[in-house]
């Protein structure tokens, strides 16, 4: 009897296994089930996609007609605003972004697979305390890579344990670097990113996230 009752347990053991086995996707089924869901919310919010090069001709998308520029690394971005239009008379007044600069953002950001607004910096977060403090951080352009880093100063959400550096790592989505390059100073952008161009719980579970970014603020 202890012996059948060994093999049942053993055989029970076994099927778990093979069952936890059947149950995890790998690296290749997570980015197709990634790629699905960009589509379904691409196709869902009726984003017109537009190519690089017809973007390109003016570095304008038609809000009216939801265009997004579509990139070959997965993200799509919306220019809503190209720069502070209240501070500056024109395009070619506005501060571009430039090596060094610390920028202020205020954004949120919306889980697609789930559909769930997972952070906010504005005052769409009920957590009223994360409306108060932006994101900050440093852009660093050396002409050889550009990357970003979340800055923990007095005034910044990540010095009080908030902001996307208290949330995931100090890290900037590359995703959203891309953006400063067809910007300035005030602009406001909404962006698909992919989870390769994302921060780094995106880029370990596989997440994409939209990004509703009200702000790009030279500080």
Not at 152 to 175: F, N
Request: hydrophobic fraction near 35%; charge should be negative; include cysteine.
């Amino acid at each position: 009897m202890k012996k059948l009752l060994s093999l049942f347990i053993a055989l029970l053991a076994i099927g778990g296994i093979f069952q936890s086995c059947d149950n995890t996707k790998t690296y290749a089924e997570m980015l197709e089930e990634e790629r699905d869901a960009v589509n379904d919310y691409i196709k869902k919010n009726g984003i017109k996609v537009i190519s690089v090069e017809d973007f390109e001709q003016d570095t304008i998308t038609d809000v009216s007609l939801n265009e997004y520029v579509g990139f070959s690394n997965g993200v799509y971005m919306q220019i809503v605003k190209r720069y502070n239009t209240e501070a500056y008379a024109s395009f070619d007044d506005a501060p571009a972004f430039e090596n060094n600069n610390l920028i202020l953002s205020r954004f949120v950001e919306v889980d697609i697979l789930s559909n769930d607004t997972t952070y906010a910096s504005n005052v769409l977060n009920p957590i009223q305390v994360l409306n108060l403090y932006p994101d900050g951080f440093r852009y660093t352009d050396n002409g050889y890579s550009i990357y970003g880093v979340f800055v923990s100063e007095p005034g910044l959400a990540y010095y009080y344990g908030y902001g996307m550096g208290g949330m995931y790592d100090s890290s900037v989505p590359s995703g959203w670097l891309m953006a400063l390059q067809y910007i300035r100073d005030g602009a406001h952008v909404k962006m698909i990113v992919p989870s390769k161009s994302g921060h780094n719980t995106a880029q370990q579970y596989v997440y994409p996230y939209f990004y509703d970014i009200r702000k790009f603020d030279i500080y």
